[in-house]
């Protein structure tokens, strides 16, 4: 594979797909066939990057470069670290799973599998970006096609959802937007290089300001508390597939741009707003825990939850050692599995029963047991039980949490009781008991339906049992923050 662009490859063939889509998409059977062909091309490369990177190297790898606006010191390099190895391999997975979900869309095929296709190549673009300005193009690929796919594929107030979800990202954009030209200004080399950024050295105050700028655009999309309200009213509204790729990646380009330029750029900044980074992720994992026990809409649950666990991901960036960060990056790794499972197993159930109220679905457990397994093990996952990719997130966050300050994993033990909770009701509610009027009817998911819930079950259960090495991965990747961060 030596000489093979390969990341290149796999961002662009989602892109390559949505082209040939437009151009040839007519027949109905085809986007499918394409979006399925260039998915797991993206797989099968993601898969061998992730499988060959040298974790003791460490670093950048299969680095490539040319120059895109030279005028401007904006050049197309794409690299790959110990972060965002997993990042690309989570979305491949994810984009293929959903791929296969979305092989019963009878609306607009054509449309919709080239849109899907353009906003994974704006996901997989983020995560394999060295040049900043070609992450923050990226970053804003992903958000135009999200609004499309709600508002025409979605359900339950879509275009309310999709304009609100649309409004909150661009806000964030805009600061980012202020971050980009006063970093670019401030280091004056006529670069975008965020390997050379990372090696000036800002004032404090200039730290401090753009740090906290660089929180709230990103944690817009994270989702951070206050600003989360868009985020379960588009789990809401988005078709399944868009759905898992929302809650599944999307919110992980948030946290992965603020360390890339948040962390690595401003350590000094960090300092600064450390403590606020740490109490908006326990206000995210206790307020989203018992909003999610409140929610009679299984889409609003998982929709909450997903706040709940990315504050987890929030304390970790906010602990800033090595627990807590390769917590952080286990955990965004982790939840985009369980929750893209989720998400694939509510759009079944939906499909099949034509509700999503809780109320109204028992007794799956004795219709289709399949199905029922993976709901298991979804919830074991988010509940944090051993063997799944849960418990070994939040195991390192929590271990971060008790070095620094037990009080702080006093306050998040909290989230964890109200987890356990409104899990075991939930499952309870809808696997138990005598099947309801609207179950009754249904059967177990065919081979080509269940076979994405199985991979991304399966996927949890290996990174649960196996934990090694996404953890040697992921801690190759966050060592040279922590040291810097040490550092000041």
């Not at 990177?53 to 490539?64: K, M, N, S």
């Not at 989702?223 to 599944?248: E, F, R, Y």
């Not at 939906?350 to 679905?361: D, G, L, P, S, V």
Request: hydrophobic residues 55%; positive net charge.
């Amino acid at each position: 594979m030596s000489g093979v662009p390969i990341l290149s490859i796999i961002v662009l063939a989602p892109a390559t797909g949505a082209l040939l889509i437009a151009l040839f998409g007519g027949n109905p059977r085809v986007p499918r066939i394409i979006g399925l062909v260039v998915s797991a091309v993206s797989l099968l490369g993601s898969a061998w990057v992730y499988a060959t990177y040298d974790r003791v190297a460490g670093g950048y790898q299969l680095v490539q470069s040319v120059r895109w606006i030279p005028s401007l010191g904006v050049s197309y390099t794409v690299g790959v670290d110990g972060i965002s190895a997993p990042m690309l391999l989570l979305t491949s997975l994810v984009v293929f799973t959903g791929t296969l979900v979305s092989w019963d869309v009878k609306e607009r095929p054509r449309e919709y599998f080239a849109l899907l296709l353009l906003l994974v190549t704006g996901v997989m673009g983020v995560f394999a970006s060295v040049d900043a300005f070609l992450l923050f193009f990226f970053y804003e690929m992903a958000v135009l096609p999200m609004y499309l796919l709600i508002a025409i594929w979605g359900s339950t107030r879509k275009e309310y959802s999709a304009m609100k979800l649309t409004l909150f990202l661009f806000a964030g954009s805009a600061m980012l937007v202020v971050v980009l030209v006063l970093t670019y200004w401030a280091v004056g080399l006529h670069t975008f290089d965020m390997r050379i950024w990372s090696q000036h050295k800002f004032g404090a105050v200039f730290q401090r300001w753009v740090f906290l700028l660089a929180l709230l655009g990103f944690g817009t999309l994270i989702p951070i508390w206050p600003l989360h309200t868009w985020s379960p009213d588009g789990h809401v509204a988005a078709p399944t597939a868009v759905s898992m790729l929302h809650a599944g990646v999307l919110l992980k380009i948030g946290a992965y741009g603020l360390i890339r330029l948040g962390l690595t750029m401003f350590p000094a900044g960090w300092s600064d707003w450390r403590m606020l980074l740490i109490g908006i992720g326990l206000i995210n994992i206790v307020y989203g825990a018992f909003c999610a026990m409140s929610q009679t809409d299984l889409k609003y649950v998982i929709g909450y939850s997903s706040v709940s666990h990315m504050g987890y991901v929030l304390v970790g960036l906010g602990l800033g050692d090595r627990f807590g960060l390769a917590g952080a990056a286990f955990q965004m790794f982790a939840h985009g599995v369980m929750t893209a499972l989720f998400f694939a197993l509510i759009g079944f159930v939906y499909e099949q029963t034509h509700t999503r109220e809780i109320a109204k679905i028992t007794g799956l457990m004795s219709k289709v047991p399949l199905v029922a397994a993976c709901f298991v093990i979804a919830g074991a996952s988010s509940m944090g039980l051993p063997s799944t990719a849960g418990f070994v997130s939040e195991l390192l966050v929590y271990v971060g949490m008790v070095t620094q300050s037990p009080w702080i994993a006093a306050i998040a033990f909290v989230g964890v009781v109200a987890t356990a909770t409104y899990v075991l009701r939930l499952l309870s509610r809808i696997l138990l008991g005598e099947p309801s009027e609207v179950v009754l009817p249904i059967h177990d998911a065919p081979p080509l339906r269940f076979l994405p819930m199985a991979i991304l079950a399966a996927a949890i259960l290996i990174v649960g049992i196996l934990p090694a090495s996404l953890y040697s991965t992921v801690t190759s990747g966050v060592a040279p923050i922590v040291a810097k961060l040490v550092g000041g």
